[in-house]
């Protein structure tokens, strides 16, 4: 059946996936605060663009979201052009923003009172996932809502799962990055430990790479790592923003991160070292400077 869905957000991530939901046979309409972009968008795929936010929303069976953060979030859902001013009763709204889970059950209640639906969606998988449609997603929410979405989400994933009430997804995402802190840093050490001892690193890889220790970021980054080349992914800047949000999270619920802690301290000094758009494996140059 099709749908008409508003996308708010056309950033690395935004574009394509709204651009799967077009190629998917829906009525598209984007809308982003660079408008280039959504001009950008409409030469590649069917759909149209609107002015605001609210206009995106106008008449809309499903409403996504894909920005920066909570402030940016705040401002395309609760501002004066935000997408709360029209959002129609039953509507379904996806938030796809890595935020925090407090601005998600803010957000939940809001939707309760007014009479739509809203599931907090943050996904992985970085930018090539966006591209390739086969992002995981997290969501948090009701089971009637994701039931009524899950087609829609499915356009640009692979897996997808309810996985509680709402702020689950983003307490789930925060799970995902604390994860992905501790495994970049610990490839990094390894590699740069395996070639300061003379070992040729590819073939290591890919022999340990079929072992205990495989993982993503070993079978898609070693190489990368290896060549000092840091362009093709997640970049510091929004690991540090997500890192903060797992940080803050875990003070409310007593959780020692010590690891996470220092590894974030780690994406500082990769900032400081003009890294802030490198991708997260870049942890290793701090290395081998």
């Excluded at 190629?23 to 663009?49: P, Q």
């Excluded at 009430?165 to 990055?177: C, D, F, T």
């Excluded at 093709?232 to 997500?242: I, L, S």
Aim: charged share 25%; with cysteine.
């Amino acid at each position: 059946m099709t749908c008409k869905v508003a996308f708010i957000g056309l950033g690395v991530m935004g574009f394509p996936m709204a651009g799967y939901i077009s190629k998917a046979g829906h009525n598209v309409t984007v809308f982003n605060r660079t408008t280039s972009k959504a001009d950008a968008w409409l030469n590649k795929h069917k759909g149209s663009k609107a002015e605001t936010p609210a206009k995106a929303a106008e008449d809309a069976d499903y409403v996504f979201t894909c920005v920066g953060n909570d402030n940016d979030l705040r401002e395309v859902t609760f501002g004066k052009k935000g997408i709360f001013k029209t959002i129609k009763k039953d509507a379904i709204y996806v938030d796809n923003t890595t935020a925090s889970a407090t601005m998600a059950r803010e957000i939940y209640d809001y939707s309760k009172e007014n009479n739509f639906g809203f599931l907090d969606a943050p996904v992985s998988g970085g930018q090539a996932g966006a591209e390739n449609g086969s992002l995981t997603v997290m969501i948090g929410g009701d089971q009637k809502d994701y039931d009524k979405a899950k087609e829609i989400i499915d356009c640009y994933s692979k897996k997808m799962k309810l996985l509680g009430k709402a702020g689950s997804g983003q307490l789930a995402k925060m799970v995902n990055q604390i994860c992905i802190a501790g495994l970049v840093q610990a490839l990094s050490e390894a590699i740069n430990f395996g070639l300061n001892a003379g070992l040729k690193m590819e073939d290591v890889i890919e022999v340990i790479s079929k072992g205990a220790a495989q993982s993503w970021q070993m079978e898609n980054r070693y190489k990368t790592m290896i060549d000092d080349k840091f362009e093709f992914g997640f970049a510091v800047d929004w690991m540090r923003k997500d890192l903060k949000i797992a940080l803050e999270e875990a003070k409310k619920n007593n959780s020692l991160l010590p690891i996470t802690e220092i590894v974030d301290q780690y994406y500082g000094e990769v900032q400081k070292l003009g890294g802030s758009r490198w991708d997260t494996s870049s942890l290793i140059r701090r290395l081998r400077k």
